[in-house]
């Protein structure tokens, strides 16, 4: 789950990391309401996406007046940078900001180190700029220092960064100090990613985290219920917000033929096979190990919701996944919202016999496959079909 | 010859009493598994189709002399039921639970590192050793005894290279489903060099997918230590970039993680690619005739 800027900022300050003075604002009001209590000021548009700065989302203010006029063109703009995609991010609200006065730019976050079962902090003296640019041109300017995820961060861990960052004496503590809250906000509340960039150092000596993006583990979600309300449901696709109220795994993709597949490795591989064969898939959609009869009817109700969808493709393999219930989902859909687009339906595995008879005796006009391939083709040839 | 697990091994089922629990135990009966035991907590006593359950793994040990288990517990308990099967001397656990907090996996991984358990999953299928037996949830009915090992991060995938064997008549030693999970127990690396060492496989399949670097370090251990043949399909060549992958995270694996990544990485290891899924057994059966080795 990802959260906004100013919810980031404000998780920061309760583990006593320094952040600047800031006051979220909706309207125009608030903004100007907010600048005048920080003099100059920088008014941020809050979406859940980096590269803000540059799709002209993030503008300083001389006074409030001024923050009136600026946030009234913020609010209510749709923001394109890299990581929207093409149709950008309407923005909601905006983070009115102190300007600070910076010497200097550092980059920061924790993250999971999957292969050591362990978590690692990555730090690079270039701030401000995205990682992966540094990445790409200067790999050599990223260190990367490893923290185990049973003892936390341990102080001496500290000193590569802080050489990196030439901090030495009190700003090599306050580096200390802000290492230690990253890690253990990352570990109390399940997080998958503590970045902040830039950090910076201010123009009278002292580090000030000046943007900060959080995201978490869903799976460890149920036990910090205090953070399901930081979800803005407005930054999810409508389809995938859906998708994940049902346990459903689904990522909207630009294709025309809908996919429902058990397992994350066959959904993927069932992508992999219709482009192959020329098509495209219009989503990921993984229904999962225990998918009840309601939730197959979901899956399918959000397949059909899909206006770029002009057939479907069901592909399952029945494990912890019986193939009765899928045929069953199917079935109680179809009759229920009724069914206009080819549906092309792979059924095998556990129950196959069963789940099968329930697609017969159904009386839908369903296509049958006899192997993943044969379905992929059948779905392509009717969704171009469908399409004319 | 097999790896892992035979006829010989003795099961518990930890969350036999649930409804996926249930279900499976009873499945894994029919095809022959030798299931002694169960576990739910408070349940001590009761009986599920013939199988008595225990109040905890320890408990289960003690009177069924187990050596495996097999987890169906929920998520949030999951964590702690691998930790209870180690303890009570545990030497393979099957973990099947899917949505297990990637930090809980990360402490179970080092609290494994003080035991004699090998853990594998969480999240995937189980292990099935064709004819003696099956644990885990996969449907039984499409394995064929036979000669070739199966390593696959997904569970229906692994199915789906099963079936395309066998119904080309080649059998399968042992097909193991590692898991789709980040932090797991056994590894492709681990399961390879156990299907090296296993006189009766001749050959390995390897079922992958983007994001980490076990297929890398695949790679290199097969171009360094594999005799057998081994055949790899990798799936996600179509997923868009950074859905699922955190941001940091992208760099850390450095280059590494994408489909081509891997096909390359595995294709410079000698290794014979399906590029589709469907082409899995095809795939094998023309290494099997590269390498003159008769079934």
């Known amino acids: 789950m990802k959260i906004h800027e100013y919810q980031a900022i404000t998780l920061l300050k309760a583990y006593g990391l320094p952040v600047p003075r800031g006051i979220l604002a909706e309207t125009p009001e608030e903004a100007k309401k907010a600048a005048t209590t920080l003099a100059d000021c920088v008014i941020k548009a809050q979406i859940h996406s980096g590269g803000r700065g540059k799709a002209g989302g993030i503008k300083l203010a001389k006074n409030p007046d001024e923050a009136y006029k600026l946030a009234s063109e913020i609010i209510g703009m749709t923001l394109v940078t890299k990581q929207t995609g093409p149709e950008g991010k309407r923005v909601r609200k905006v983070l009115v900001t102190e300007k600070i006065d910076v010497k200097k730019e550092f980059y920061l976050s924790v993250t999971g180190d999957n292969e050591h079962a362990g978590i690692v902090i990555v730090a690079s003296a270039d701030g401000g700029t995205e990682i992966e640019e540094t990445a790409a041109t200067h790999p050599e300017r990223i260190i990367q220092v490893p923290v185990s995820v049973i003892t936390g961060f341990q102080v001496s861990e500290g000193n590569p960064v802080a050489k990196a960052f030439g901090l030495t004496g009190a700003l090599k503590n306050e580096l200390i100090n802000i290492l230690s809250g990253m890690v253990k906000l990352y570990l109390e509340k399940d997080c998958s990613l503590v970045e902040i960039n830039p950090l910076v150092l201010t123009k009278d000596d002292h580090l000030l985290i000046l943007d900060a993006k959080i995201n978490f583990d869903d799976n460890a979600l149920f036990r910090h219920p205090e953070l399901a309300e930081l979800r803005d449901i407005n930054e999810e696709d409508p389809k995938e917000y859906k998708a994940s109220q049902h346990d459903l795994n689904y990522v909207t993709l630009d294709g025309n033929i809908g996919c429902l597949v058990n397992g994350a490795g066959l959904a993927m591989a069932t992508m992999d096979i219709i482009k192959n064969f020329g098509g495209k898939p219009a989503n990921f959609l993984d229904v999962g190990g225990s998918a009840t009869t309601e939730k197959v009817k979901v899956a399918f109700q959000i397949l059909l919701s899909d206006p770029n969808v002009d057939a479907i493709f069901i592909n399952i393999f029945g494990g912890i996944m019986k193939c009765d219930v899928i045929a069953q989902g199917v079935v109680d859909a179809a009759k229920e919202i009724g069914i206009s687009i080819p549906v092309v339906v792979r059924l095998e595995g556990t129950n196959v016999t069963l789940g099968r008879e329930i697609l017969k005796k159904s009386g839908l006009a369903l296509i049958s496959a006899s192997d993943m391939a044969d379905g992929a083709r059948k779905a392509i040839a009717a969704a171009k079909e469908a399409s004319r | 010859m097999s790896i892992l697990v035979n006829k010989d091994t003795r099961v518990i089922v930890q969350g036999i009493t649930g409804r996926q629990g249930s279900f499976h135990t009873q499945q894994m009966v029919d095809y022959g598994t030798k299931i002694v035991g169960g576990v739910s907590p408070g349940k001590a006593g009761q009986m599920v189709g013939g199988i008595p359950v225990f109040n905890s793994v320890i408990d289960a040990v003690k009177a069924t002399s187990a050596n495996a288990s097999v987890i169906y517990v929920p998520a949030p308990f999951a964590a702690a039921s691998i930790m209870d099967a180690a303890d009570a001397g545990i030497e393979l656990i099957v973990c099947i639970t899917e949505g297990i907090p990637v930090l809980d996996m990360a402490r179970v991984k080092h609290y494994l590192e003080k035991t004699k358990a090998r853990l594998i999953g969480p999240n995937c299928p189980g292990i099935i050793t064709p004819g003696e037996c099956k644990i885990g949830i996969m ?10 090992g199966i390593i696959s991060r997904s569970g229906t995938l692994t199915y789906e290279a099963v079936k395309q064997l066998s119904d080309r008549n080649i059998g399968q030693s042992t097909v193991i489903g590692i898991g789709g999970d980040p932090i797991k127990g056994i590894s492709f690396v681990d399961a390879l060099k156990a299907f090296e060492a296993d006189p ?35 799936s996600g060549q179509s997923a868009p970039k950074g859905k699922r992958m955190g941001h940091a995270g992208a760099i850390i694996s450095g280059g590494k993680g994408t489909a081509l990544g891997k096909i390359e990485a595995l294709r410079n290891a000698g290794v014979a690619i399906a590029m589709t899924p469907d082409m899995i057994g095809e795939t094998m059966v023309k290494t099997l005739e590269a390498h003159g080795i008769k079934l």
């Open chain 2, 139 to 148: 449907p039984g009915y499409i394995h064929k005894k036979g000669h070739v």
């Open chain 2, 200 to 234: 009766d496989t001749y050959a390995v399949v390897i079922n992958g997918e983007i994001g980490g670097s076990g297929e890398e370090d695949a790679a290199e251990f097969i171009a360094k230590h594999m005799k057998k043949p081994v055949v790899a399909f990798i």
